[in-house]
């Protein structure tokens, strides 16, 4: 039976904006219990696009968007400090022009769980079936927005979560957006820029590992790479631009070599020499795979224990009110005892990158017809512009609208190039990974008008 959201706790306004879904929170998909949160658009709900949030990690919450990003309610910390935060409503959120269903995905992150441990072993190819499963489900038990233009969209790793559950899709889905998303290890890899380091430090790596900063594991290769992480050690990897709210450098992982820098300690890398997968100048996300099957992981830890926050991120406006029972039972989420405690990026997924590189996803369902915006936040070092810019050029398509500025409340924004198969490239001016976070008028602009099918 539907269950209408209709408080908060945290929130004293009179009445919500829009109606706020939650089945009780969760779609069974055999035993994986998958948890989400469905916010009806305040314009048109039988006419706007339903959009399908994730975020990245892997291992990371969609709940980080809802609350830090583009969800209904900005959070304003509580006073005293630690006491249940205060929710007002958010005049950039999402759902002012789109049905947005903000999900927990693979099981095992955020509110989704499994009684079954063993389900939190996951790929990318079984978590796209997984929430192409929860997708099917959720439109029957929602058949008055089967109608609607459907989208998909996350960002960091949702790079790899975007294109292969398009790929499982394929019917009744219009496009997709990705945010500064993971797409290609080379690409990604193999960003300078934005001063953080000299060109003879480049210049030296360079020389020193051939341009292969992954399986190459000679000294001065090492060395070398050791001078790039020497100089950008202790910024903000989300955002060069902002503080740490956490020191980086004290969350070491416990499979590091203490013979190594501490800045690749920090970056999970060992001495064995096909594990020395270090992305040279963009390092990542909080999460890497374990070796599976031959396959290397190809992005570095950050962290390992649910117990440390994520290096760099204050998060703990979330991490209060989502573990409030009371929040808890008012969004129809299982208590601690039963889903564990809510955490930004947990740690008890065994995740496995599967699905390859994801340019030949790419060109297949741009080809086939499905719209892509990929944007990018300039100031991120996590997954930087500079490698969305190379893998979107590298597909060959013609360009149809040249490098050319875009503007939100009279202002220039942002950078755009758009090409043919609907496949449009745009930087946000000043933002970090997490591009609503830090932009979130500019964000709200640029999705409204690519989801209405407008010139940006």
Known sequence: MDKLQTHLPGFSGSVFPSKHYSISGYVGIGEKNLFYYFVVSERRPGRDAVVLWLNGGPGCSSFD??????????????????????LHLNPYSWSKVSNI??????????????????????GDLQTAADTHAFLLKWFDLYPEFVSNPFYIAGESYAGIYMPTLASEVVKGIKGYMVGNGVTD??????????????????????????GDYYSNSSPMCLEKQGDVYMAISGLNIYDILEPCYHDPTSQH???????????????????????VRTRLFGRAWPFRAPVKDGIVPLWPQLAESNKNSVPCVKDEVATIWLNDATVRKAIHAEPENVAGPWVLCTDRLDYYHDAGSMIPYHKKLTTGGYRALIFSGDHDMCVPYTGSQAWTKSLGYKTVSPWRSWRCGGQISGYLQGY????????????????AEYKAMEALEFYRRWLDQEPI
């Open 101 to 122: 269903i903000y999900l927990d995905s693979p099981v095992g992150v955020g509110f989704s769980y499994s009684r079954n441990t063993s389900a939190y072993t996951a």
């Open 185 to 210: 290890p080379v690409f990604d890899g193999n960003a300078h820029g934005m001063a953080l380091i000299s060109d003879d430090i480049f210049q030296a790596v360079e020389a020193a590992c051939g």
């Open 65 to 86: 968007a809802f609350v830090y990003e583009h969800g209904p309610f900005n959070f304003q910390e509580g006073k005293p400090k630690g006491s249940l935060p205060k």
């Open 253 to 275: 992982s416990s499979k590091g070599n203490a013979s190594l820098p501490h800045s690749f300690q920090q970056l999970g890398v060992t001495s064995r020499p096909l594990a």
């Open 420 to 435: 043919d198969h609907d496949l449009t490239f745009l930087i946000i001016k000043g933002a970090g990974h997490t591009v």
